[in-house]
């Protein structure tokens, strides 16, 4: 599960590869090294950023302060940081959303 990577107790940063325009937002899959996530904002002036970063917020219950865009801003790929939540946290999260992934 090379997305998710552990940078403090508390701390994790995982790799994301943004679907823009999709029906809605929610994880689709993976994408190589990265959490595919569909969103259904448009690539244009941050707006799907700000799409994944509330979709991320949401999923780990975490306030939208605690997501923080890493590197990526017009890319694809981006790396978000998530703050107040452990590795471990966000395992069984997405395991229970999408447990296909943690096979």
Request: charged share 25%; with cysteine; proline share 4%.
């Amino acid at each position: 599960m090379t997305y998710l990577v552990q940078e403090s107790a508390d701390t994790i940063t995982i790799n994301v590869y943004v679907q823009p325009r999709s029906s809605r937002n929610c994880i689709v899959g993976l994408h190589g090294d990265a959490l595919k996530i569909g969103t259904n904002a448009p690539p244009v002036d941050g707006k799907a950023n700000e799409a994944i970063k509330k979709f991320l917020a949401k999923t780990f219950n975490l306030a939208k302060s605690n997501v923080v865009l890493k590197s990526g801003q017009q890319s694809r790929h981006k790396k978000f940081i998530l703050q107040d939540i452990s590795l471990e946290e966000a395992r069984k999260i997405i395991e229970k959303i999408y447990p296909d992934l943690m096979q």
